[in-house]
């Protein structure tokens, strides 16, 4: 009877212990969805065609923040990783969702895609002068426009270097304002370079 | 044109209201999320049951084989610069008040290092910290026609940055024995990069500039006319020649060109006792922009660029530092 005792009492500790630990995990990842829950977002509406969409990708999102809490970082870093979470998830819901010709995926593929973004232009002339930024800079530029991010922080996103963020966000307003009319660079500067591989992690 | 400002006055997340994590949506979301993994009594099991396709997205992943260009001679690398704090003495004494002396002096001290062109089959090796404790090593070809190399610690890895020869490049597409990859958008697994090669146009990017002027006064014109600088922008002006100086390899006289340029600029201020973003001190040239500053910091002994440190209207710290640079025959390999 007292071995029942201690092996129910043992049990009801161990469940306790579970408990908190999942309280305390829930708490956190609480605190994560209430405090980034605006950007991924507005992330996401920024880049979208349909706001039905929006819901879905901003939920697998947070599901895999959850599943993947103890990676995500502290603080301002966690929106980072968030857009970068954000960014691959938008790459393969464009890639399932609109079967991409081989030459296209293999793009996508390449900068593990920036999607076309959706813009409030009325005339479409914004829209068609970033379709013509190649996605690398694009998404750079975007990111320090839109999400209103500096350099370092972009680079973290993207996983390059603030100073790649830089060349890339420089070549993307140049390739606008040309699109816009204004005079062209005679000779185009370095390209963004192409991943040899974007495997598993964040792609650059 | 303001690029920026126009894309902020068409931003779709701005042009229509956006339920926050208290909405019904959120809310939802959360649950859906949360609720099938909250553990029950007699089981700490947690699982959840939405969301599977993060995990394929990331099995996607596909990455891109590249053709093999002819490389450089495998002997070692020549080390011609490695950027950092003088600890020794030997530097120009100069009593330093103005922004316009700091950017005269680096010239002046550029000119006394020596310099020589690289071969076209070599490469310029760049390391470049962001201050977040990430650093970046770049091989990118001298005359743009071989494979360089990008590799960014944790998230990134490595990158390559092709080639181009006759205005063609030629890539490897995902896929089995020279066949393309024609199975789901999601496959479970990373599929090889083993498809055909194809073969698409370019123009070749060199990481030395053999044409860039060793004159100031013919600077303008020639940023201008290659990099699209808007002369009447400090900003612009003042990140491209310090993005250049992180990237590409400058004969010491066009790299003193450069700064006696730059020093014609209004708008520059000096900046004492400022730090790169992996702390080195030095002496800087700052000038602001939208509520945001940059400073290009030097050595304030040697009047080497140390690098670019930016801070945004809420502080954020931006930038990076050029913590070495280098010549070296092959991508990849250290000097």
């Known amino acids: 009877m007292n071995q029942h005792v201690r092996t129910d009492e043992r049990e009801e500790q161990q469940q306790v212990r579970a408990d908190d630990g999942y309280a305390q995990r829930e708490r956190r990842f609480r605190q994560l969805y209430e405090e980034h829950y605006l950007h991924i977002q507005a992330y996401a509406v920024r880049r979208l065609d349909e706001r039905a969409d929006v819901a879905d990708v901003v939920a697998e999102v947070f599901t895999t923040a959850w599943r993947r809490l103890d990676d995500v970082p502290p603080a301002a870093e966690a929106r980072l990783w968030l857009y970068g979470v954000a960014r691959r998830v938008l790459a393969g819901h464009r890639r399932g969702k609109e079967r991409f010709g081989r030459l296209i995926a293999r793009i996508e593929a390449s900068h593990v895609a920036a999607p076309q973004p959706a813009l409030g232009d009325t005339d479409g002339r914004l829209t068609r002068a970033l379709r013509q930024v190649p996605p690398a800079e694009r998404e750079a530029l975007l990111l320090v426009a839109w999400e209103q991010l500096s350099y370092a922080e972009a680079a973290q996103v993207l996983g390059c270097s603030p100073n790649a963020i830089g060349i890339r966000v420089h070549r993307a307003r140049s390739r606008v304002r040309e699109a816009f009319g204004e005079p062209p660079p005679e000779h185009p500067v370095r390209e963004t370079p192409m991943p040899a591989h974007t495997g598993g992690n964040h792609g650059r | ?335």
């Open chain 2, 1 to 335: 044109m303001d690029v920026d400002t126009v894309l902020r006055a068409h931003d779709p997340a701005s042009r229509q209201p956006l339920p926050g994590p208290d909405s019904a949506e959120a809310i939802g979301i959360y649950q859906q999320i949360i609720g099938s993994a909250r553990p029950k009594r007699k089981t700490a099991r947690i699982r959840i049951v939405v969301g599977v396709t993060s995990g394929a997205v990331a099995a996607l992943a596909v990455g891109l084989t590249l053709s093999s260009l002819p490389g450089g001679t495998h002997s070692a690398g020549t080390a011609i610069a490695h950027p950092g704090p003088s600890t020794t003495g030997g530097a120009p004494v100069v009593a330093v008040l103005t922004a316009k002396q700091v950017l005269d002096t680096a010239a002046s001290a550029a000119l006394s290092h020596p310099g020589a062109a690289p071969r076209p089959d070599q490469f310029v090796y760049t390391k470049v910290g962001d201050g977040g404790g990430h650093v970046a090593q770049t091989w990118l070809s001298v005359d743009g026609s071989r494979n360089g190399l990008m590799e960014a610690q944790g998230p990134g890895g490595t990158t390559t940055v092709l080639g181009c020869v006759d205005g063609k490049r030629q890539i490897r597409l995902p896929g089995y024995n020279g066949k393309p990859y024609t199975g789901p958008a999601n496959p479970k697994a990373p599929v090889p990069l083993d498809g055909p090669v194809v073969t698409e146009p370019c123009t070749p990017q060199p990481a030395f500039l053999p044409g860039m002027p060793t004159t100031a006064s013919a600077m303008p014109a020639y940023l201008a006319k290659t990099q699209g600088v808007r002369l009447n922008d400090v900003n612009d002006v003042a990140k491209v020649v310090g993005g250049m100086f992180q990237s590409d390899y400058l004969l010491p006289a066009q790299r003193a060109a450069l700064y006696e340029f730059l020093a014609t600029m209004p708008g520059l201020t000096l900046e004492r006792n400022v730090k790169d973003v992996t702390g080195r001190p030095g002496i800087g040239v700052g000038w602001s922009f939208e509520g945001s500053t940059a400073v290009l910091i030097f050595d304030p002994s040697t009047y080497t660029l140390l690098g670019i440190t930016t801070r945004g209207e809420h502080g954020q710290v931006g930038g990076g530092a050029l913590l070495q640079m280098a010549i070296t025959n092959q991508a990849g390999q250290q000097p």
